[in-house]
């Protein structure tokens, strides 16, 4: 890695800061000023500024159990964003992966391993994500199975040329559904009920594949374990 790179990914410094940093003479590699920001940095080296030793983070992982009113998005709305609960360095490295609305609760996923989020997203590996929906009308009897049918085949949503992929659907209680997505287009839970003239009051989401969010608290966030990284 050029050490211009190693000090934007270690330090709040710009590539342009960096260099500058470099020139005055601020950056020492295994004990050598190094004003040259193409001198390459191995795993074995120590690089400081200003006297203080710089070390790579590595990718993160995170779960976050988000509230109502938070925004999974990079730039900043009138909505405080999803890594602004988050207390790591480096937070405008992090993306989530996909994302609820923003008064959509429950389970998101942060990282800055694109190829990992990538793994979580892509409908092709068929991760489930389950929901729990409150619905404004009951949903029983003959209007249920005609429901649970028409989600299994897929539903063709408004504005789409093909219909969704098959969702599971299971009434928790007459106004309470789980479903289960395997995909993620935009609105699709509450646009799904639409199509079948139902309307969705409430949304959360529970767990995304084999993570669920537990006893998580509304807000709080936490890395997420090697093992729990690697079930994807």
């Given at each position: ?155 063709l949503l408004d504005g ?73």
């Amino acid at each position: 890695m050029r050490l211009d790179r190693f000090l934007c990914e270690t330090t709040e410094l710009t590539r342009s800061l960096a260099k500058k940093a470099m020139h005055r003479g601020e950056v020492s590699v295994d004990g050598e000023v190094i004003k040259n920001p193409a001198t390459q940095v191995g795993e074995t080296s120590r690089v400081t500024w200003n006297g203080e030793p710089l070390a790579l983070v590595g990718h993160r992982y995170v779960m976050l159990h988000k509230p109502e009113g938070v925004e999974c998005t990079a730039r900043r709305t009138l909505y405080p964003r999803a890594i602004d609960l988050l207390d790591l360095p480096h937070l405008e490295r992090l993306q989530t992966v996909g994302r609820l609305d923003v008064d959509t609760t429950g389970l998101v996923l942060l990282t800055d391993d694109g190829q990992w989020s990538h793994r979580v997203t892509s409908p092709k590996r068929r991760c489930g994500k389950v929901y729990r929906v409150t619905l404004a009308e009951p949903l029983e009897g003959e209007a249920l199975s005609r429901a649970i049918d028409a989600f299994a085949e897929g539903v063709l949503l408004d504005g789409e040329e093909k219909p969704t992929r098959p969702a599971e659907l299971v009434m928790r209680e007459p106004d309470v559904a789980e479903l289960t997505l395997f995909e993620g287009k935009y609105h699709q839970v509450k646009r799904m009920f639409a199509a079948i003239g139902n309307h969705v009051t409430a949304l959360h989401r529970e767990s995304i594949g084999p993570l669920a969010l537990g006893d998580l608290p509304e807000g709080a966030w936490r890395e997420l374990t090697e093992e729990e990284i690697a079930a994807f």
